[in-house]
Protein backbone atom coordinates (compact mmCIF):
# COMPACT_ATOMS: atom_id res chain seq x y z
CA UNK A 1 0.00 0.00 0.00
CA UNK A 2 1.15 3.39 -0.98
CA UNK A 3 1.24 6.04 1.72
CA UNK A 4 0.08 9.38 1.31
CA UNK A 5 1.65 12.10 2.36
CA UNK A 6 -0.32 14.78 1.32
CA UNK A 7 -3.51 14.84 -1.59
CA UNK A 8 -1.04 15.92 -4.34
CA UNK A 9 1.53 13.59 -3.86
CA UNK A 10 2.13 10.26 -3.43
CA UNK A 11 5.26 8.06 -1.94
CA UNK A 12 4.90 6.99 -6.14
CA UNK A 13 5.57 10.12 -7.46
CA UNK A 14 8.29 11.25 -4.97
CA UNK A 15 10.63 7.94 -5.96
CA UNK A 16 10.18 9.09 -9.61
CA UNK A 17 11.07 12.20 -9.43
CA UNK A 18 14.48 10.80 -7.33
CA UNK A 19 15.32 8.15 -9.81
CA UNK A 20 14.80 10.54 -12.86
CA UNK A 21 16.78 13.26 -10.82
CA UNK A 22 19.89 10.47 -10.12
CA UNK A 23 19.44 9.73 -13.52
CA UNK A 24 19.70 13.31 -15.25
CA UNK A 25 22.61 14.03 -12.96
CA UNK A 26 24.63 10.98 -13.98
CA UNK A 27 23.93 12.36 -17.37
CA UNK A 28 24.99 15.51 -16.88
CA UNK A 29 27.99 15.05 -14.86
CA UNK A 30 29.64 13.03 -17.84
CA UNK A 31 28.89 15.68 -20.00
CA UNK A 32 30.07 18.00 -18.24
CA UNK A 33 33.52 16.12 -17.33
CA UNK A 34 33.55 15.34 -21.08
CA UNK A 35 33.46 19.22 -22.22
CA UNK A 36 35.77 20.37 -18.93
CA UNK A 37 38.06 17.78 -20.31
CA UNK A 38 37.41 18.42 -24.39
CA UNK A 39 41.39 19.68 -25.01
CA UNK A 40 42.19 16.31 -23.22
CA UNK A 41 39.62 13.87 -24.87
CA UNK A 42 39.78 15.31 -28.27
CA UNK A 43 43.30 14.44 -28.52
CA UNK A 44 43.92 11.43 -26.42
CA UNK A 45 41.31 9.39 -28.61
CA UNK A 46 40.36 8.33 -32.30
CA UNK A 47 38.66 11.51 -32.76
CA UNK A 48 42.40 13.14 -34.02
CA UNK A 49 42.92 10.55 -36.19
CA UNK A 50 39.53 10.92 -37.66
CA UNK A 51 39.66 14.86 -37.88
CA UNK A 52 43.45 14.52 -39.51
CA UNK A 53 41.63 11.98 -42.26
CA UNK A 54 39.07 14.41 -42.68
CA UNK A 55 41.40 17.61 -43.46
CA UNK A 56 43.71 15.85 -45.57
CA UNK A 57 40.52 15.42 -47.90
CA UNK A 58 39.53 18.63 -47.49
CA UNK A 59 42.76 20.15 -48.56
CA UNK A 60 42.67 18.27 -51.44
CA UNK A 61 45.31 15.24 -50.30
CA UNK A 62 43.00 12.35 -50.32
CA UNK A 63 45.14 10.18 -52.32
CA UNK A 64 47.65 10.72 -49.66
CA UNK A 65 45.27 10.24 -46.56
CA UNK A 66 47.23 7.14 -44.99
CA UNK A 67 50.74 8.68 -45.12
CA UNK A 68 51.71 8.40 -41.61
CA UNK A 69 54.62 11.65 -42.34
CA UNK A 70 51.76 13.67 -43.48
CA UNK A 71 49.16 12.66 -40.86
CA UNK A 72 51.86 13.23 -38.32
CA UNK A 73 52.61 16.75 -39.58
CA UNK A 74 48.86 17.19 -40.04
CA UNK A 75 48.40 16.43 -36.11
CA UNK A 76 51.35 18.91 -35.06
CA UNK A 77 49.44 21.81 -37.38
CA UNK A 78 45.76 20.96 -35.30
CA UNK A 79 47.04 20.28 -32.10
CA UNK A 80 50.32 22.40 -31.89
CA UNK A 81 53.25 21.75 -30.26
CA UNK A 82 52.22 19.92 -27.33
CA UNK A 83 52.14 16.62 -28.80
CA UNK A 84 54.28 14.08 -28.58
CA UNK A 85 56.16 12.16 -31.05
CA UNK A 86 53.61 9.51 -32.04
CA UNK A 87 51.27 9.66 -34.27
CA UNK A 88 47.59 8.11 -33.93
CA UNK A 89 46.88 7.04 -37.60
CA UNK A 90 44.31 7.34 -39.75
CA UNK A 91 43.37 3.53 -40.73
CA UNK A 92 39.50 4.08 -41.23
CA UNK A 93 38.17 3.31 -44.65
CA UNK A 94 37.95 6.77 -46.90
CA UNK A 95 34.31 7.46 -46.39
CA UNK A 96 34.75 7.99 -42.11
CA UNK A 97 36.85 10.42 -43.60
CA UNK A 98 34.49 12.35 -45.74
CA UNK A 99 32.47 12.10 -42.84
CA UNK A 100 34.90 14.32 -40.63
CA UNK A 101 35.12 17.07 -43.54
CA UNK A 102 32.38 19.42 -42.37
CA UNK A 103 33.88 19.40 -38.98
CA UNK A 104 37.36 20.59 -40.27
CA UNK A 105 35.74 23.91 -41.67
CA UNK A 106 35.45 25.20 -37.64
CA UNK A 107 38.19 25.08 -34.82
CA UNK A 108 39.13 21.49 -33.34
CA UNK A 109 38.31 22.09 -30.46
CA UNK A 110 34.76 23.31 -31.48
CA UNK A 111 34.64 20.61 -33.84
CA UNK A 112 35.08 18.01 -31.17
CA UNK A 113 32.36 19.34 -29.15
CA UNK A 114 29.76 19.32 -32.11
CA UNK A 115 30.85 15.52 -32.85
CA UNK A 116 29.84 15.14 -28.68
CA UNK A 117 26.46 16.68 -29.16
CA UNK A 118 25.99 14.81 -32.32
CA UNK A 119 26.68 11.41 -30.65
CA UNK A 120 24.22 12.47 -27.81
CA UNK A 121 21.72 13.37 -29.87
CA UNK A 122 21.76 9.61 -31.64
CA UNK A 123 22.18 7.98 -28.61
CA UNK A 124 18.79 9.74 -27.38
CA UNK A 125 17.36 8.93 -30.59
CA UNK A 126 18.50 5.30 -30.77
CA UNK A 127 16.88 4.82 -26.66
CA UNK A 128 14.27 6.67 -28.11
CA UNK A 129 13.56 3.95 -31.13
CA UNK A 130 14.22 0.75 -28.46
CA UNK A 131 11.75 2.11 -25.95
CA UNK A 132 9.38 3.08 -28.55
CA UNK A 133 9.20 -1.02 -29.51
CA UNK A 134 8.62 -2.01 -26.42
CA UNK A 135 5.61 -2.01 -24.98
CA UNK A 136 5.65 -2.51 -21.29
CA UNK A 137 8.07 0.77 -21.09
CA UNK A 138 4.86 2.82 -22.50
CA UNK A 139 3.21 2.93 -19.40
CA UNK A 140 6.93 4.37 -16.99
CA UNK A 141 8.50 6.98 -19.25
CA UNK A 142 11.30 7.10 -16.53
CA UNK A 143 12.61 3.73 -17.97
CA UNK A 144 14.10 6.31 -20.68
CA UNK A 145 16.82 7.14 -18.54
CA UNK A 146 17.83 3.84 -17.35
CA UNK A 147 20.49 3.39 -19.83
CA UNK A 148 22.49 7.00 -19.20
CA UNK A 149 23.18 5.01 -15.49
CA UNK A 150 25.37 2.79 -17.85
CA UNK A 151 28.63 4.05 -18.33
CA UNK A 152 30.07 2.13 -21.82
CA UNK A 153 26.89 3.91 -23.18
CA UNK A 154 28.11 7.33 -22.19
CA UNK A 155 31.89 6.40 -23.17
CA UNK A 156 31.03 6.71 -27.39
CA UNK A 157 29.47 10.40 -26.54
CA UNK A 158 32.58 11.59 -25.45
CA UNK A 159 35.45 9.22 -26.69
CA UNK A 160 34.71 9.63 -30.13
CA UNK A 161 33.37 6.69 -31.12
CA UNK A 162 31.38 5.48 -34.63
CA UNK A 163 29.15 2.56 -31.99
CA UNK A 164 26.72 4.47 -31.97
CA UNK A 165 26.18 5.08 -35.69
CA UNK A 166 26.60 1.38 -36.06
CA UNK A 167 23.76 0.89 -33.89
CA UNK A 168 21.46 2.99 -35.19
CA UNK A 169 22.06 2.16 -39.09
CA UNK A 170 21.41 -1.15 -38.22
Known amino acids: MI?????????????????????????????????INKDYLSVAGDFISYY????????GMGADIYNLSLQYSQQLKITGA?????????????IVALLYVPLTFISFTNSYVVFVILNVIVLLFIIFLLFKQMESTRKTP??????????????????DSFQLYFVLFY
Request: proline share 8%.
Open 3 to 35: KKLNPYIDLRTIKLFLWSAFCISILLSTLMLIF
Open 52 to 59: VGGSIIAR
Open 82 to 94: GVSDWVLPFRGLP
Open 142 to 159: QFFLIPFLFIPILQPCGW
